[in-house]
Antibody
């Protein structure tokens, strides 16, 4: 059974940092392209970042809204993907989901990030 | 960015009815490999999204054949035949042909 479990969310002040982790099981993680997607309080889904597999040189891609502030990475030995979020803004407040596969095949349960003073 | 426009934003349906949801993209979703990376997701109340259909018309494992996807280039449709209560929620189309990946605004399917 495919499982994706996000952790690391919480309440953080503007300008601070947070690191999210997505631990996976049930599929060959090392071959999988992985995404982070967020859902705002208004329920709109927004793609945040993607990391490809080793065979694609771990290429990374970002939404303009987070480029330069967020970093996606992965550890194939731990079947995990990460999202380092720096210089957080109030508009980054959302539920953050990780998703596997090029076409959003599987999703985790999400972790809530609230940026507020 | 590729804008994904879904209509209608909401649908009221009786159990057993059939419904269609439209998704139009601002650019063609045909990739250089000839494939079209348009997918449909369902988010039931309080749950995370779940993919139902990938690459326009391919049903994910376990998805009943009451669901079907059609379309090409920039114009796509999700059809649900004989709606059941477990089909209620918000449907999203999503494209992974272009960067940034983008989602439609969602269509909320609710009971009449």
């Amino acid at each position: 059974e495919v499982q994706l479990v996000e952790t690391g969310g919480g309440l953080v002040q503007p300008g601070k940092s947070l690191k999210l982790t997505c631990a996976t099981s049930g599929f060959t993680f090392s071959n999988a392209w992985m995404h982070w997607v967020r859902q705002s309080p208004e329920k709109q889904l927004e793609w945040v970042a993607q990391i490809k597999a080793k065979s694609n040189n771990y290429a990374t891609y970002y939404a303009e809204s987070v480029k330069g502030r967020f970093t996606i990475s992965r550890d194939d030995s731990k079947s995990s993907v990460y999202l380092q979020m720096n210089s957080l803004k109030e508009e980054d407040t959302a539920i953050y989901y990780c998703s596997s596969g090029g076409g959003f095949a599987y999703w985790g349960q999400g972790t809530l990030v609230t940026v507020s003073s | 960015d590729v804008v994904m426009t879904q209509t209608p934003p909401s649908l009221s349906v009786a159990i057993g009815q059939s419904v269609s949801i439209s998704c139009k993209s601002s650019q063609s979703l045909v990739y250089s490999d000839g494939k079209t990376y348009l997918h449909w997701l369902l988010q039931s109340s309080g749950r995370s999204p779940k993919r139902l259909i990938y690459q326009v018309s391919n049903l994910d494992s376990g998805v009943p054949d009451r669901f079907s996807g059609t379309g090409s280039q920039k114009d796509f449709t999700l059809k649900i035949s004989r709606v059941e209560a477990k089909d209620l929620g918000v449907y999203y189309c999503a494209q992974t042909t272009h960067f940034p990946r983008t989602f439609g605004g969602g269509t909320k399917l609710e009971l009449k």
